[in-house]
């Protein structure tokens, strides 16, 4: 009888040829189908259908995140085996995302259950057997015929979304529980996401709570230019490639930070839009879950597309540019969707919130009119834009934040928030309130005080 198909990636390992001769045997119900001599013949070979599962070591050359993604969005489990002893290569191919890692003396039976078991939770995570990532990748192997799923007795449970936002939450300090993630996303036409982005993550701090500011804009990262920040390097970036080779922890990501003012840190973007390849979902992942152990809330601005780039999954493993803002939105324990207040901002966030459903339907995301404004909308602006919400989009706005042309061009000017230049700005005062609401604690008192102490400085990450 057949066994499970499974490859090998072994660099030169003396144990290999005993441990491929042992699972030769049929009882352990494996078969190994090709030993692969380096990653990119693994990764070829993953693509083809022909295998289920991966035996490979922690010193496979240019082994990543990002590579362990693409076998899994080829549906193909992957296990690690180390040398008997050693812990560095242990926890090195687990911080790659590798749960399932042994000693290579362990046996060829015990070699074998691990490898049914990487294949159950492969399963029991893509149940619909598309990428395992879902939205990191195009899967070349939806293109292959259906094939019978010697796991298909595996059940899946679905993933709740994430709670709101709760000031139980996000009033702690970092390291002490589970930091929250909020995504601020928006269609097309710079509808303000990054000045909500801003806005929210810094009035946030102002009310005590440890803040971090991400920019995943892949296609227009600004805040290192509209805070002031030198662009010498993209600090989401370095976390990324950090995350990638599995050595991202909260003190390097903290070090990757600016640290704006005490309880307020911005990982900047990349400012090129030809470099959006560097930031893989996978790798962006576990920035984002590294980051809820450095603060109490993360701020992320997204990108406005949500296509997935279909066309691309029939003949290639092509990374997606618009993965890292499906990836993050999927995360989001909250979303904030940013609409304009005019006729064309409106049909464009209309539009987009259908997208959203369609692609990611467990997302809810909630809508703040921004540019609040007479005059471009007939009649009360703020009724008539709500009524237009519920009727096209069966949605009512969370907030609405004034048009204060004035204000943000001071703050844009200077390289400062709308707190250090305009503390009585109407939109100043708006987004305040916004984010007191959505951190669950009440909102400061009265018109706001300009900073007694000037423009807070800036610590270089």
């Avoid at 005590?208 to 002031?228: E, F, M, N, R, W």
């Amino acid at each position: 009888m057949t066994g499970l198909p499974v490859l090998t990636a072994v660099t030169g390992a003396s144990w290999e040829s005993t441990l491929v001769g042992a699972l030769s045997d049929a009882e352990h119900g494996l078969t190994v189908v090709r030993r692969c001599v380096d990653l990119p013949d693994l990764l070829a070979v993953a693509t083809t259908g022909t295998a289920r599962a991966v035996l490979l070591s922690s010193d496979l050359r240019r082994l990543d995140r990002e590579a362990v993604t693409r076998l899994r969005g080829a549906r193909v489990a992957v296990v690690g085996l180390i040398d008997p002893g050693d812990a560095d290569s242990e926890q090195r191919l687990r911080a790659l995302g590798i749960a399932h890692v042994l000693a290579a003396d362990a046996g060829a039976g015990a070699v074998s259950a691990a490898v049914l078991a990487a294949v159950a939770d492969l399963a029991a995570a893509d149940p619909a057997g598309g990428s395992a990532a879902g939205l990191d990748v195009g899967d070349p192997r939806a293109a292959l015929p259906d094939r019978v799923d010697v796991d298909a007795d595996v059940d899946a449970d679905a993933d709740p979304a994430g709670p709101a936002l709760a000031a139980s939450d996000l009033a702690g300090r970092p390291g002490l529980g589970r930091g929250r993630l909020l995504a601020v996303w928006g269609p097309t036409g710079a509808p303000g996401r990054t000045t909500v982005a801003v806005g929210v993550a810094d009035e946030a701090a102002r009310l005590g709570i440890s803040t971090l500011l991400v920019d995943a804009d892949v296609y227009g990262a600004v805040i290192g230019q509209v805070l002031g920040l030198l662009d010498e390097s993209a600090g989401l970036a370095v976390a990324a490639r950090q995350a990638g080779n599995g050595v991202l922890d909260a003190a390097a990501l903290g070090r990757s930070a600016w640290a704006v003012t005490p309880k307020l840190r911005v990982l900047t973007g990349i400012a090129r839009a030809d470099r959006w390849p560097e930031l893989r979902p996978s790798s962006l992942e576990t920035v984002l879950e590294v980051g809820r152990e450095l603060a109490a809330l993360i701020v992320v601005d997204l990108a406005f597309c949500v296509e997935q780039d279909e066309e691309l999954s029939y003949d290639t493993l092509a990374p997606r540019r618009n993965a890292a803002t499906l990836t993050t939105l999927a995360m989001a324990d909250s979303v904030l969707c940013l609409s304009g207040a005019d006729p064309v901002s409106l049909q464009r966030t209309v539009r987009a919130l259908a997208d959203l459903r369609e692609r990611l339907p467990e997302v809810r995301p909630q809508v703040v009119v921004n540019r609040l404004r007479r005059h471009v909308v007939p009649g009360d602006p703020r009724k008539e834009i709500a009524a237009a919400l519920s009727r096209f989009a069966n949605v009512e706005a969370l907030a609405y934040l004034p048009q204060d042309v004035a204000g943000a061009d001071a703050a844009l000017a200077a390289g400062r928030t709308l707190a250090e230049v305009a503390p009585r700005s109407p939109l100043r005062l708006a987004l305040r309130a916004l984010a007191a609401q959505l951190a669950g604690v009440p909102a400061p008192s009265g018109r706001g005080r300009p900073s007694r102490h000037g423009q807070s400085p800036r610590t270089s990450p």
